[in-house]
Nanobody, 122 residues
């Protein structure tokens, strides 16, 4: 069983930055960030392999968001820059203990965090 604890959400003005963290309690093969805005479906934002050599980033955030991981701390980060009001959502960390074929699809993951709110005002 893997437990995931997110932190780092908050409120920021458009153009600002936030860094989300997700600490995992066990070994994971892949970890990802997803978000769900009001009235929207859960959307894959970014994912990273166990050794950090492979990353996947959604087109909607490419060039603004960067995923990284610190295996010594068993923590994954999502650096979010140039935030827009459309980025407002509940952000979730997800993980699987085996590699998945579709890293930006929510149904690929078997462990989820509780979520952290990100609110971007114009």
């Amino acid at each position: 069983q893997v437990q995931l604890v997110e932190s780092g959400g908050g409120s920021v003005q458009a153009g600002g930055s936030l860094r989300l963290s997700c600490a995992a309690s066990g070994d994971t093969a892949i970890m990802g960030w997803f978000r769900q805005g009001p009235g929207k479906e859960r959307e894959g934002v970014a994912a990273i392999s166990a050794d950090g050599s492979r990353t996947w980033t959604a087109a909607s955030v490419k060039g603004r968001f960067t995923i990284s991981r610190d295996n010594a701390e068993n923590t994954v980060y999502l650096q979010m820059n140039s935030l827009k009001p459309d980025d407002t959502a509940l952000y979730y960390c997800a993980a699987h203990n085996r590699m998945v074929n579709l890293p930006l699809r929510a149904s690929s993951y078997n462990y989820w965090g509780q979520g952290t709110q990100v609110t971007v005002s114009s």
